[in-house]
């Protein structure tokens, strides 16, 4: 099966970037599409962004717009989310998922494949 590890996670100072990658188990990852979605204490996990087979296609959390970007590595295999001009809003676990899909879901049942998360805490 598919594996997805996430790495990049910390500590950010509010008006600060970060970039959170997720590496999956295979050397190819273009016929799937991949995600991110995150979940802060107390609160639902929520998506975050998405990307298709090819990269040109991208869909985004209506508050995370113009600060955050989704893209694929160049071996298919490797998705990273840029974070800029983070707020303590933010703050939450992030997690990859992955789907043989046609089209950017939003839902999180939607993924077949998940990692474990990585930690990002903006302070303020």
């Known amino acids: 099966q598919v594996q997805l590890v996430e790495s990049g996670g910390g500590v950010v100072q509010a008006g600060g970037s970060l970039r959170v990658s997720c590496a999956a188990s295979?050397?190819?990852?273009?016929?799937?599409?991949m995600a991110w979605f995150r979940q802060a204490p107390g609160k639902e996990r929520e998506f975050v962004a998405a990307?298709?087979?090819?990269?040109?296609?991208?869909r985004y959390l209506d508050s995370v717009k113009g600060r955050f970007t989704i893209a694929r590595g160049n071996a298919k295999n490797t998705v990273y989310l840029q974070m800029n001009s983070l707020k303590p809003e933010d703050t939450a676990v992030y997690y990859c998922?992955?789907?043989?899909?046609?089209?950017?879901?939003?839902?999180?049942?939607?993924?077949?494949?998940w990692g474990q998360g990585t930690q990002v805490i903006v302070s303020s």
């Open positions: 990307i298709g087979w090819s990269g040109g296609a991208t």
């Open positions: 998922a992955a789907g043989r899909l046609r089209l950017l879901v939003t839902g999180q049942n939607s993924y077949d494949y």
């Open positions: 295979e050397d190819s990852f273009s016929r799937y599409v």
